[in-house]
């Protein structure tokens, strides 16, 4: 069975960090462009950060920028998201999702079940 599993989330305080963690499971993650979304209650889901299949280009939403790092080990298939400096707006439900097209595809195939996190003092 093919799929994406996300770990790594939790309730940290605001400025606080966490490091999000993708793994694939029954497939490699060398030809895939994978994203990072998030969704919190209540909102739509919105893209966070990118990082296409050979972990040469990478893009973060506005909101992140600064403050979020993307990087892959395709060695390991794992995929990392580090969060720093952590505000209460990034409190949501984040998923990780894979795109055989690169990360401007539209064709998001694979999904994980997501990781909540959570930032409150």
């Known amino acids: 069975q093919l799929h994406l599993v996300e770990s790594g989330g939790g309730l940290v305080q605001p400025g606080g960090s966490l490091r999000l963690s993708c793994a694939a499971l029954g497939f490699t993650l060398d030809y895939y462009a994978i994203g990072w979304f998030r969704q919190a209650p209540g909102k739509e889901r919105e893209g966070v950060s990118c990082?296409?299949?050979?972990?040469?280009?990478?893009n973060y939403a506005d909101d992140v920028k600064g403050r979020f790092a993307i990087s892959r080990d395709n060695a390991k298939t794992t995929i990392y998201l580090q969060m720093n400096n952590l505000k209460p707006e990034d409190t949501a439900v984040y998923y990780c999702?894979?795109?055989?097209?690169?990360?401007?595809?539209?064709?998001?195939?694979?999904w994980g079940q997501g990781t909540q996190v959570t930032v409150s003092s």
């Open positions: 990082i296409s299949s050979d972990g040469s280009n990478a």
């Open positions: 999702a894979s795109n055989l097209f690169g990360c401007d595809g539209d064709d998001w195939g694979y």
